[in-house]
């Protein structure tokens, strides 16, 4: 069975950068496309972001120029690098793995942006 673990929410200023981890156990990492979302209250849960096996990678509209997502194979590990955070990217963040066997979620990480 495959195990996500997300870490690196938390509190911070407009302006000021969080990276998020999503640690996965079980299954074949390589083999899966990884995706993170978020789910703000009241609101559906939206990709934020996107890489697929082969490294290429997707992002919505509002995080275009300010997050980044990557891999380490070797670890076994997804990120999510935020820069330039806004009060509107205030929300809980998932991390999701999808591979031809399995479509799995994270527990998700709070993520608080201050005015």
């Known amino acids: 069975q495959v195990h996500l673990v997300e870490s690196g929410g938390g509190l911070v200023q407009a302006g000021g950068s969080l990276r998020l981890s999503c640690v996965v156990s079980?299954?074949?990492?390589?083999?899966?496309?990884m995706h993170w979302y978020r789910q703000a209250p009241g609101k559906q849960r939206d990709l934020v972001a996107r890489?697929?096996?082969?490294?290429?990678?997707d992002y919505v509209d509002s995080v275009k120029g300010r997050f980044t997502i990557s891999r380490d194979n070797a670890k076994n590990t997804v990120y999510l690098q935020m820069n330039s955070l806004k009060p509107e990217d205030t929300a809980v963040y998932y991390c999701?793995?999808?591979?031809?066997?399995?479509?799995?979620w994270g527990q998700g990480t709070q993520v608080t942006v201050s005015s």
């Open positions: 079980g299954g074949t990492f390589r083999l899966a496309s």
């Open positions: 890489m697929s096996v082969g490294g290429s990678t």
């Open positions: 999701n793995y999808v591979s031809a066997r399995y479509n799995i």
